[in-house]
């Protein structure tokens, strides 16, 4: 058990893949899967894989299991059912969003250079598409370590012509968490026409979410980041559905967001095993969720702070589970990312990785990396890893820097990153 009596085995026991030799250290990029998820599709798949609609018992039962976790859901984040939609991956669900976005001439639109591209691209597209002004919200304080979207900054580039604002509820690399609720309310009372779209994939494995308190208009995450499969969902205010046009079907009355938005693109395997994750994360409570997070990220933090010659940590170096998730990014001085990744896997079974991880205007324009495909090493955590496990990572990284293992030649280095 951990110092607050989160009983880390018994978690543990929950997802088949722990029981590897792998030490799993790269959980941002995707989580391990419940065992009640697993045995959850299998069941599905075997037993009721048929169309859902038809009034035969197969497919009521299909139909029903879709439905409970479709339903699930939506419950999850407080919202209704009619204002969630399932699709593939987030990526997806913004680009249909982009797609079906009501604008008009000299719209404009400001996007977070903070973010995943899954909540980029789809926006510079839309613009080029319909002639709209982009404007590019870049945080004015601490932009090559700890940059942070705040209402300050984002009100110089709103005005009456907003039609939408995008950003990050949690950096992939940073970590950090942005204060949501405070930045719904200034675009919601400086732009009336502003809708606001949120990325919470890399936020949502971590703390609970209620979508009504953040005063957002769409908000998407993928369920493979929570726990589960690969399927993600979006949220779409009430409000922000009288946005769109819908992209369905032209039969199809596109009253429902399923119809305007789903495409078909639900797995319906997928979605019906939404409620064993729920399930799982009641049963183990965020409060014991958190205090387990923050106690292994300060394990990893402590020991990046204490090197602040060599080490550069990007986003919070508090280890405070109010300000940051244990999503940790950091560099070496002369060292090459790839090197160290390649460096701590031959010695050891801690499975990191290196690189932008899709937020490569955030590496290349705000943090001053200059090689981003080299990139940051980040090590990202959860609940089911172990103090002793992140420990260990600790060690060979010490060990790494005192053997000199995976440093570059000075010219070299200064090829990769100029924000030292």
Same mark, same amino acid.
């Given at each position: 058990?951990?110092?607050?009596?989160?009983?880390?085995?018994?978690?543990?026991?929950?997802?088949?893949?722990?029981?590897?030799?792998?030490?799993?250290?790269?959980?941002?990029?995707?989580?391990?899967?419940?065992?009640?998820?697993?045995?959850?599709?299998?069941?599905?798949?075997?037993?009721?894989?048929?169309?859902?609609?038809?009034?035969?018992?197969? *497919?009521?039962?299909?139909? *029903?299991?879709?439905?409970?976790?479709?339903?699930?859901?939506?419950?999850?984040?407080?919202?209704?059912?009619?204002?969630?939609?399932?699709?593939?991956?987030?990526?997806?669900?913004?680009?249909?969003?982009?797609?079906?976005?009501?604008?008009?001439?000299?719209?404009?639109?400001?996007?977070?250079?903070?973010?995943?591209?899954?909540?980029?691209?789809?926006?510079?597209?839309?613009?080029?598409?319909?002639?709209?002004?982009?404007?590019?919200?870049?945080?004015?304080?601490?932009?090559?370590?700890?940059?942070?979207?705040?209402?300050?900054?984002?009100?110089?580039?709103?005005?009456?012509?907003?039609?939408?604002?995008?950003?990050?509820?949690?950096?992939?690399?940073?970590?950090?968490?942005?204060?949501?609720?405070?930045?719904?309310?200034?675009?919601?009372?400086?732009?009336?026409?502003?809708?606001?779209?949120?990325?919470?994939? *890399?936020? *949502?494995?971590?703390?609970?979410?209620?979508?009504?308190?953040?005063?957002?208009?769409?908000?998407?995450?993928?369920?493979?980041?929570?726990?589960?499969?690969?399927?993600?969902?979006?949220?779409?205010?009430?409000?922000?559905?009288?946005?769109?046009?819908?992209?369905?079907?032209?039969?199809?009355?596109?009253?429902?967001?399923?119809?305007?938005?789903?495409?078909?693109?639900?797995?319906?395997?997928?979605?019906?095993?939404?409620?064993?994750?729920?399930?799982?994360?009641?049963?183990?409570?965020?409060?014991?969720?958190?205090?387990?997070?923050?106690?292994?990220?300060?394990?990893?933090?402590?020991?990046?702070?204490?090197?602040?010659?060599?080490?550069?940590?990007?986003?919070?170096?508090? &280890?405070?589970?109010?300000? /940051?998730?244990?999503?940790? &990014?950091?560099?070496?001085?002369?060292?090459?990312?790839?090197?160290?990744?390649?460096?701590?896997?031959?010695?050891? /079974?801690?499975?990191?990785?290196?690189?932008?991880?899709?937020?490569?205007?955030?590496?290349?324009?705000?943090?001053?990396?200059?090689?981003?495909?080299?990139?940051?090493?980040?090590?990202?955590?959860?609940?089911?890893?172990?103090?002793?496990?992140?420990?260990?990572?600790?060690?060979?990284?010490?060990?790494?820097?005192?053997?000199?293992?995976?440093?570059?030649?000075?010219?070299?280095?200064?090829?990769?990153?100029?924000?030292?």
């Amino acid at each position: 058990m951990g110092d607050a009596g989160f009983d880390v085995a018994a978690a543990r026991a929950a997802f088949p893949a722990l029981g590897q030799k792998q030490v799993f250290m790269d959980n941002a990029g995707g989580a391990q899967v419940l065992k009640s998820v697993i045995d959850s599709i299998t069941t599905y798949l075997t037993t009721t894989n048929v169309q859902l609609g038809a009034s035969y018992p197969v *497919a009521q039962t299909s139909t *029903a299991l879709f439905s409970a976790g479709h339903a699930a859901g939506a419950t999850y984040i407080n919202a209704k059912p009619e204002e969630v939609v399932f699709g593939p991956s987030t990526t997806q669900m913004f680009r249909n969003v982009s797609v079906a976005l009501k604008t008009q001439p000299g719209d404009e639109l400001v996007i977070s250079k903070l973010d995943h591209e899954a909540n980029i691209a789809s926006w510079v597209q839309l613009a080029e598409w319909k002639g709209l002004t982009v404007k590019w919200w870049v945080p004015s304080q601490n932009t090559t370590s700890n940059p942070k979207l705040i209402p300050e900054d984002l009100k110089k580039l709103l005005s009456d012509k907003t039609r939408l604002v995008t950003c990050t509820h949690t950096s992939n690399i940073l970590g950090s968490v942005t204060d949501i609720a405070p930045l719904a309310k200034v675009i919601h009372e400086t732009s009336p026409r502003a809708m606001f779209c949120v990325d919470a994939v *890399a936020y *949502a494995p971590h703390v609970s979410i209620d979508v009504k308190q953040l005063g957002i208009d769409f908000y998407s995450f993928s369920w493979y980041k929570v726990y589960g499969p690969h399927v993600a969902m979006l949220y779409v205010s009430e409000k922000a559905q009288k946005e769109l046009v819908s992209l369905g079907h032209y039969f199809k009355p596109g009253k429902t967001l399923e119809e305007m938005l789903g495409l078909a693109a639900a797995n319906y395997e997928c979605v019906q095993a939404v409620p064993e994750i729920v399930s799982y994360l009641q049963k183990v409570g965020w409060d014991a969720i958190s205090k387990q997070e923050e106690e292994i990220q300060e394990v990893l933090l402590s020991f990046l702070r204490s090197k602040p010659d060599i080490i550069k940590i990007y986003g919070e170096p508090s &280890s405070d589970r109010r300000l /940051r998730v244990p999503v940790i &990014s950091f560099r070496i001085k002369g060292h090459s990312s790839l090197a160290v990744i390649d460096a701590v896997e031959a010695k050891s /079974r801690y499975g990191c990785r290196n690189g932008h991880f899709y937020s490569k205007r955030l590496c290349d324009d705000v943090l001053g990396i200059r090689d981003s495909d080299d990139g940051v090493i980040r090590c990202s955590l959860l609940h089911y890893n172990t103090r002793e496990e992140v420990q260990g990572l600790v060690k060979v990284l010490d060990e790494i820097i005192e053997k000199g293992e995976g440093k570059v030649p000075e010219d070299e280095y200064r090829k990769l990153t100029a924000d030292w």
